[in-house]
């Protein structure tokens, strides 16, 4: 069964270093995602981005992110100067249309000392 | 305001018996759709079950079920048969189908533990 991938699954770095979480979605989605959980808080939406550029983005989702579809298969997200409350759990998603269900990758946990 | 709300901190049911999950909802929008994804403790979302707001009925998958009530804008879960395998947070989350709208907003979560 097709899934999404993230690696790393755990990512330690130092505060002001620039992280990159990479995601392959699934291969006919159209529709990517980024979702963040702070350790026991809800899951909390970043950004989606449908052909080629970003369709939405929230609050969170700041000049210290960006994200990028690099080729046919990649989706990242960037975290520059990463800061102690970075520290979460961060998903990748993707869809097959802007209004069907979301399939996440694992997640990766990105820890920041 | 919020969006997905989610009462029921944590719960607890019997293996083999059914359980449950409330969610109510705040949209003006006539078009939406609404999810739950399990989270076991390995940390991943795992996508359950789905209902548009336009279905006439139910969602069923499997041993899951969405209980529907538009007037009332609940959408709880229902796990019937719990198994252990069933402990885990539980999320509600809803999509607004919108031109300038394209995300999951989720609840505060339930945690589930299923006990022999």
């Known amino acids: 069964e097709p899934e999404v991938t993230q690696t790393p699954s755990h990512q330690v770095t130092q505060m002001g270093q620039e992280v990159i979480l990479r995601c392959v979605p699934i291969?006919?989605?159209?529709?990517f995602y980024w979702y963040r959980q702070i350790l026991g808080q809800k899951v909390e939406f970043l950004v989606s981005?449908?052909?080629?550029?970003?369709?939405?983005k929230s609050e969170i989702f700041d000049d210290q992110f960006s994200v990028e579809r690099p080729d046919g298969s990649n989706f990242t997200l960037k975290i520059r100067s990463t800061k102690l409350e970075d520290s979460a759990m961060y998903f990748c998603a993707s869809s097959v249309g802007g209004g069907t269900e979301a399939f996440f990758g694992q997640g990766t946990r990105l820890t920041v000392v | 305001a919020q969006k997905i709300t989610q009462t029921q901190p944590g719960m607890f049911v019997q293996e083999k018996e059914a359980v449950t999950l409330d969610c109510t909802y705040d949209?003006?929008?006539?078009?939406?759709?609404l999810f739950w994804y399990k989270q076991p403790s390995s940390g991943e979302m795992i996508f359950l079950i789905y209902q548009g707001s336009y279905d006439q009925q139910n969602a069923t998958e499997g041993r899951y079920s969405l209980n529907f009530q538009k007037a009332r804008k609940s959408a709880n879960l229902v796990i019937s048969a719990s198994q252990l395998g069933d402990s885990a947070m539980y999320f509600c989350?809803?999509?607004?189908?919108?031109?300038?709208?394209?995300?999951?907003?989720f609840g505060t979560g339930t945690r589930l533990q299923v006990f022999p």
């Open positions: 949209t003006s929008d006539p078009s939406y759709g």
């Open positions: 989350a809803m999509r607004e189908r919108s031109y300038n709208t394209d995300k999951l907003i």
């Open positions: 981005f449908y052909n080629n550029e970003i369709s939405e």
């Open positions: 291969s006919n989605h159209l529709y």
